[in-house]
C-alpha cells in the first residue's frame, strides 16, 4: 500500500500521559498536515510541514502539542500531559505541493488516522 | 461564524432517489473548493473538486456560486454504497495551507 500510513491506529492512555503519533506519507509528497478531528465536527487543521520546515504552528491547540519532520520524510505530533479533552482521532495527510512559494493549494491525501482515547 | 457551513443532515433518502447537499463559506478570497466523502471511523477521501463552471463526474454533479460564496453537490441515482458523511471543503491560501472543513453532511441511503 502506498498511500499515507499512520501509528498506531488506536492509543489508550491515562490522564497526564505522553503520547506520540507517527506519520508515513505518500514518498514522492514534500507537503505534511496534521488535523484533529471530534465526533460530529469535520477535521480541524493543527500543522503543516513544506519538507522538513514547519510553516504553520499556529493553529496548534496548546502548547502540549509538537510536531515535528526532521528528515522531510515521516512526521511524529506530540501531546505532552494529556488530557481527556485531547480524545479525538488524528489525522495525517500529505500532498505534492507547487514549490514553495508559488501559493496554492493541491490535493491532500489522508492516512487512515490515530483515534486517541484519554482516561 | 465558522469559515464553511453545512446542513449536518442527515438526509434519509430511498435508493434511486437524487439529492442535494449546500455549504456555504464566508471567505470571499477562497480560492479552492472540494467535496470530500468520509464513511463511518474512517479517513476524509477526495471524492471531486469543485470548479467556477460546474462539473460532472458520473453520478455526482458539484457547482459553485462564487457571487453567492455557496457549493452544492447533486448525487442522481443513490446507491446504497452513497451512505456517508459528505465534507464540503475550501481552501485559501492567505490563511494558510489549511483545508478549512465544515462538519459534514450525513445521508443514509435505504432499500
Known amino acids: 500500500d502506498t498511500g499515507v500510513s499512520q501509528d498506531p491506529r488506536h492509543k489508550i492512555t491515562k490522564r497526564g500521559q505522553n503520547v506520540t503519533f507517527r506519520c508515513d506519507p505518500i514518498?514522492?509528497?514534500?507537503?505534511l498536515y496534521w488535523y484533529r478531528q471530534t465526533l460530529g465536527q469535520g477535521p480541524e487543521f493543527l500543522t503543516y510541514f513544506q519538507n522538513e520546515a514547519q510553516l504553520e504552528k499556529s493553529r496548534l491547540l496548546s502548547d502540549r502539542f509538537s510536531a515535528e519532520r526532521p528528515k522531510g520524510s515521516f512526521s511524529t505530533l506530540e501531546i505532552q500531559r494529556t488530557e481527556q479533552g485531547d480524545s479525538a482521532m488524528y489525522l495525517c495527510?500529505?500532498?505534492?505541493?507547487?514549490?514553495?512559494?508559488?501559493?496554492?493549494?493541491?490535493?491532500?491525501?489522508f492516512g487512515p488516522g490515530t483515534r486517541l482515547t484519554v482516561l | 461564524r465558522k469559515e464553511v457551513e453545512q446542513d449536518p443532515g442527515p438526509f434519509n433518502v430511498p435508493e434511486g432517489a437524487t439529492v442535494a447537499f449546500n455549504c456555504t463559506y464566508s471567505?470571499?478570497?477562497?480560492?479552492?473548493f472540494f467535496w470530500y466523502r468520509q464513511d463511518c471511523r474512517k479517513e476524509p477521501k477526495l471524492l471531486m473538486s469543485?470548479?467556477?463552471s460546474g462539473n460532472e463526474d458520473g453520478r455526482f454533479t458539484a457547482q459553485l456560486n462564487r457571487a453567492s460564496q455557496y457549493i452544492s453537490l447533486l448525487i442522481r441515482d443513490s446507491k446504497l454504497s452513497d451512505s456517508a458523511t459528505y465534507l464540503c471543503v475550501v481552501f485559501n491560501s492567505n490563511s494558510g495551507y489549511a483545508l478549512n472543513f465544515g462538519k459534514g453532511t450525513s445521508l443514509l441511503v435505504t432499500p
Open positions: 495527510a500529505s500532498s505534492l505541493g507547487p514549490p514553495l512559494g508559488a501559493g496554492g493549494g493541491d490535493t491532500q491525501y
Open positions: 469543485v470548479y467556477s
Open positions: 471567505n470571499s478570497a477562497s480560492q479552492s
Open positions: 514518498s514522492e509528497h514534500n507537503r
